[in-house]
């Protein structure tokens, strides 16, 4: 069929489909052009997946049209594509386990981005690295460990991006003292995260070192933050979201596009231009041109020099 198109991707074979497939209708941004730029961000953007369970969001008719989120890997999944069986529980599909797709490459993610899944999200958490020698597909139940810490910035109308800027820079001044390395970016919606490092921890203890950083920080500045998800709370505020870190939980993975009218894309950010605020919103072909100009931005997570030891004092305050 001439909609479906045969290639190889680093001596991967795979097949494409529906390349002018409208997306985002207000913008006329076809499937082929999804695929375009998530091959020319992959250099930055598969360091940030590689051994992270994806969860994906997928929009086959585009971001006017019905989604679902997918976990599992679907039917029809290349054998060359790594998946890693973790147990579920408490799943809604009644599921002992899910298998997690696994990005190592490119070709995984062209393959997802065929697949019109627009929106990556990923745990704070690792599976450990495949053993090269062992089957692409499956690893079972491996142990995970937290290596990064999150703070998810939601405004609440009229609160927007720019009450998000001034809560990032008294996070970053609480969480600097710490020891931590903060990095922003936006979330390509509404708000945007500012993440750190660490050094491979119980997740319990970095949701609550979070929950403390939150709930002084609500403390402190009453009028500007919330730390609780109470709706009647947040109008003019900016919720500081702790619970990102839960293990169970998963944050929009930087780089991802968004399924917003325009393709906007999850970006690292300067704190010069957070300090700045502003309009912090960013394109595909933005984003694209970012990483020529300065590189990853939010390459320092994967800084081993910059994890921190989130300790039981460090999480209660003590």
């Known amino acids: 069929m001439a909609d479906r198109i045969p290639v190889e991707v680093d001596g991967r074979r795979l097949t494409l489909s529906n390349l002018e497939k409208v997306l985002y209708p207000e913008h006329g941004f076809a499937k082929g052009e999804v695929i375009d730029y998530y091959t020319r961000i992959a250099p930055v953007l598969l360091p940030h997946l590689v051994d992270r369970p994806l969860t994906v969001k997928r929009y086959p008719n585009g971001v006017d049209s019905q989604f679902f989120y997918e976990k599992n890997a679907p039917r029809g999944t290349p054998d060359w ?35 019109a899944a627009l929106e990556l999200h990923v745990p704070q958490w690792r599976v450990p690295p495949r053993a090269r020698s062992a089957h692409a597909r499956v690893a079972s139940s491996p142990r995970p460990r937290t290596d990064l810490i999150v703070f998810d910035l939601d405004p609440g109308p009229p609160a927007t991006i720019a009450e998000c800027c001034e809560v990032a820079v008294l996070l970053r001044d609480l ?35 979070a929950k403390r950083v939150a709930q002084r920080l609500e403390r402190d500045h009453p009028d500007l933050v919330v730390s609780r998800m109470t709706r009647t709370l947040r109008p003019g505020k900016v919720l500081v979201d702790w619970s990102q870190n839960n293990p169970a939980k998963t ?29 912090l919103r960013f394109t595909a072909a933005e984003a694209l041109e970012r990483v020529e100009r300065h590189g990853d931005l939010f390459a320092p997570v994967l800084d081993d020099a910059h994890r921190v030891t989130i300790t039981e004092g460090l999480a209660t305050g003590g």
């Open 251 to 279: 944050t929009v993975a930087v780089y991802s596009l968004r399924a917003r009218p325009e393709p906007t894309v999850s970006t690292p950010l300067t704190w010069d231009e957070v300090e700045a605020g502003g309009v």
């Open 81 to 115: 594509v790594r998946t890693v069986r973790l147990p579920a529980p408490g799943s809604t599909k009644d599921r002992e386990s899910i298998d997690y797709t696994v990005v190592e490459e490119l070709a995984t993610l062209v393959w997802l981005a065929n697949l």
């Open 175 to 209: 969480v600097t003292a710490d020891g931590l390395h903060p990095v922003p970016k936006t979330s390509g919606s509404k708000g945007m995260q500012v993440s750190a490092p660490v050094s491979a921890a119980d997740p319990m203890l970095t949701s609550a070192y």
